[in-house]
């Protein structure tokens, strides 16, 4: 019980280290999905609606990739920003995270969008073709049919971003500075830090934030997905 109170005393109560830490966490996760929103859009619509050789083991390919393990993610970025990688001077620093986040996110949004876009009715696309749009413009039509799909993504997306753990704890170092503030330090690393120290009702604090922040995206989301007319 002791732990319970101390966890909402911190939330009624938040002090410099729990907002920092929630604003390092909307940062990153959001830069990576804003990143990673229109990248994803842009490939879906082409590979959904294109036809060339080898799309069946692209799609495979990307599928694959949407399970891969966070810490590998990690790795691999740790690796292109360390002093000997090609893009050094990025590590232990929120970009390094956005990245990690980018590469881990990017096939699952992808994947989502895809099987958005091949849901739609083919005739939504011989319509417009039919009533004269050019392949620009059917991909458009198709897109606004999907829009669903695509919200979904982007839940999805920021769901994986900012539950994220072994990839910001691998490139970002998991720093705060001495007065509490937070500079690479996410809701998730918190966790597990505070929960190494006995912390128990820091960590409880932090984790019914995480948990708030994920129930409010899909209730943002579900208020999105309602008829025009009920808004």
Known sequence: MGSVQAAFSLLFHPDRYLLSTILVSFKVSGVALLLCFPVSAALAAAIAL?????KGALKL????AMGLPSVVVGLLVLLLLSEAGPFK???WTPRAMVISQLVLIIPLVLGVMISALEGVSRRVAEAAHVLGANRLQVAWTVVREARSG???AAVAGFGRAIAEVGSVLIVGGNIAWADGTSYTRTLTTAIVVESRKGNFGTALAFGIVLLVLVLCV???LGFLERPGEAR
Not at 50 to 54: I, L, V
């Open 150 to 152: 695509f919200l979904t």
């Open 50 to 54: 294109g036809r060339f050789p080898g």
């Open 89 to 91: 001077g990025l590590l």
């Open 218 to 220: 899909n209730l943002i």
């Open 61 to 64: 390919l990307i599928r694959t």
